[in-house]
C-alpha cells in the first residue's frame, strides 16, 4: 500500500507540474530570489520545476550560506537546511539533496503513518489513512524542498515510540521536531498525555486505574515514573536554536522578532479566527451585487482591479474550505481517537491562527494542516465508515493536481 500511494502520487504531481508549466507558463514571483531553484540549466530547471519553489529558496539558501546578517532567513530553523548541506555535499547539488531528504522522509511518514492509524483504528482504515495522506490536497510539498515530509516523519516517529512506550527514542525525536519547527515543541503534549493516559502498548498489563467515577477519573491512568522526565527533552531542538541566535543575533528570540518582516502579527487563536472571518467577508463583498463585466471598453486599470478582487476572493473561499474542514477534523478526532491524539491535533490547529498575517489570515492554513496527522486517520476513519473512499480519496486527487500546477508555476498555492 505505502509504494502504491507513493509512485502513484509522486506521478500526479509531477505530471500535473510539468503540464501546468508547459500550459499556463511560469509566473514571475515578486520578491523572491529564484536563483536556488534554477541551477541547472534550462532542460534540467524544467524538470526539477514541480520540486522547488517559494519557501525552496530560503531553504536552499541557508544551506549554501547560512544565516548570516540576514534576520528575515532566522524564520527558518536549522535542521533541514543542515541535513540538505550534508547530503548535498555527497551529491554535489543542494536542490537534489533537498528533493532526495524529502522523498526518504516521505516514504517513512507514510510507514509510520499506516502503523500508528493500524495501532488505533485497524488495517482497513491504516490503509486509507495511507492514501489520504499521499493524495491530500497540498501534498505535493512532500516531496518538494519543504520542510514538510521530515518534519511529520519525526512528529509520527515521536508520537509511534511514545506509544509503544518508548520514551527516550520519543523524547529525543520530538527535540529534532523541535529544531525543524517551532510547532515541534507541541509534541510534549501527546507524549505526556499516552504517558499519563494511555493509550500504551500492553495496555491491559500496564494500566493502573485509580478510579471509574466522579471526579477522580481524571485523575493519571498510570503512575509517573522517571521516564516521564524524557518529555523534557521535546524542548532542547528549539533552544539550541535560540541559543545560537543568541550567539549571532544578540537575542534568543530573533526568530519570533522577524515574523513581522513576513508580515505576520501575533494575534492568538481567538482573534486569529475572528479576523480572518472578518477579513474573508470582506472580500467576499463584491457579491452584494454581481461585478463589473470586463469588456474591451473597460480601462485597463479597472480590469485588473476587477480580476484582483475577483482572485482574492477566489483564494479566501478556498482557504475558508480548509479552515472549515480543520474545525470539522478537530472535532472528529477529539471524539473517536484517544485524548493525546485531539489535544495535539487541536493545538497544531490554532498556532497557525494564532499568528495571521494581516491581509489573509488563513494565508498557509492547507499547508499547516498537512502536518496534523490525526486529521488523516480520522479522515480515513470517516471515509469507511461512510463507504465514500473511492470519492474522497478521487477528490483529492483532482485537487493535488490542480495545485500541483499552480505551485510548479510559481503561482502561491499555501
Known amino acids: 500500500m505505502v509504494w502504491r500511494a507513493l509512485w502513484s ?69 536549522p535542521l533541514y537546511p543542515a541535513l540538505i548541506r550534508i547530503v548535498g555535499w555527497f551529491v554535489r547539488s543542494d536542490l537534489i539533496a533537498g528533493v532526495l531528504i524529502s522523498l526518504v522522509c516521505f516514504v517513512i511518514l507514510l510507514v509510520l503513518t499506516y502503523k500508528l492509524t493500524y495501532l488505533e483504528l485497524g488495517r482497513e482504515v491504516a490503509e486509507v489513512a495511507v492514501l489520504i495522506t499521499a493524495f491530500a490536497p497540498v501534498s505535493m510539498f512532500f516531496s518538494a524542498v519543504y520542510t514538510e515530509s521530515l518534519f511529520l516523519a519525526l512528529v509520527l516517529g515521536a508520537v509511534y515510540s511514545a506509544r509503544t512506550g518508548r520514551w527516550a527514542l520519543a523524547g529525543v525525536i520530538g527535540a529534532l521536531a523541535a529544531a525543524t519547527r517551532n510547532a515541534g515543541v507541541l509534541l510534549m503534549v501527546p507524549i505526556a498525555l499516552m504517558f499519563l493516559y494511555g493509550p ?3 495496555t491491559a498489563m500496564a494500566m493502573q486505574s485509580l478510579a471509574d467515577h466522579g471526579w477522580r477519573r481524571w485523575l493519571p491512568r498510570y503512575r509517573p515514573t ?12 528549539l533552544l539550541v536554536y535560540l541559543a545560537y541566535l543568541w550567539h549571532s543575533t544578540g537575542s534568543p528570540f530573533t526568530t519570533f522578532n522577524v515574523q513581522s518582516l513576513w508580515k505576520r502579527q501575533t494575534l492568538g487563536p481567538v482573534l486569529g479566527i475572528w479576523h480572518g472571518l472578518e477579513i474573508t467577508w470582506q472580500h467576499f463583498q463584491f457579491l452584494n451585487g454581481p461585478p463589473p463585466a470586463i469588456t474591451r471598453y473597460t480601462p485597463p486599470v479597472a480590469a485588473g482591479e476587477i480580476q484582483a478582487a475577483l482572485a482574492q476572493a477566489g483564494t479566501s473561499l478556498m482557504l475558508l474550505v480548509f479552515f472549515a474542514l480543520g474545525v470539522a477534523a478537530c472535532i472528529g478526532v477529539l471524539r473517536r481517537l484517544p485524548f493525546a491524539y485531539g489535544a495535539y491535533a487541536v493545538l497544531a490547529f490554532l498556532l497557525p491562527l494564532s499568528t495571521p498575517i494581516a491581509t489573509q489570515p488563513f494565508f498557509s492554513l492547507p499547508r499547516f494542516e498537512l502536518v496534523v496527522f490525526p486529521f488523516f486517520m480520522w479522515g480515513a476513519w470517516y471515509l469507511v465508515r ?11 486527487a483532482a485537487t493535488l493536481g490542480l495545485f500541483s500546477a499552480l505551485f510548479s508555476t510559481w503561482h502561491f498555492v499555501a
Open 9 to 77: 502520487s509522486r506521478l500526479l504531481v509531477y505530471a500535473s507540474g510539468i503540464f501546468g508549466i508547459l500550459g499556463i507558463g511560469i509566473a514571475t514571483p515578486p520578491d523572491t530570489p529564484t536563483v536556488g531553484t534554477a541551477p541547472f540549466g534550462y532542460l534540467g530547471n524544467f524538470l526539477v520545476g514541480p520540486l522547488a519553489r517559494w519557501d525552496s529558496v530560503w531553504y536552499l539558501l541557508i544551506a549554501k550560506t547560512g544565516y548570516g546578517p540576514h534576520l528575515k532567513r532566522t524564520a527558518f530553523f
Open 200 to 202: 500504551r502498548e500492553s
Open 226 to 237: 522517571r521516564s516521564l522526565a524524557w518529555v523534557l527533552v521535546v524542548p532542547s531542538g
Open 386 to 396: 461512510k463507504q465514500i473512499v473511492t470519492i474522497g480519496i478521487g477528490t483529492m
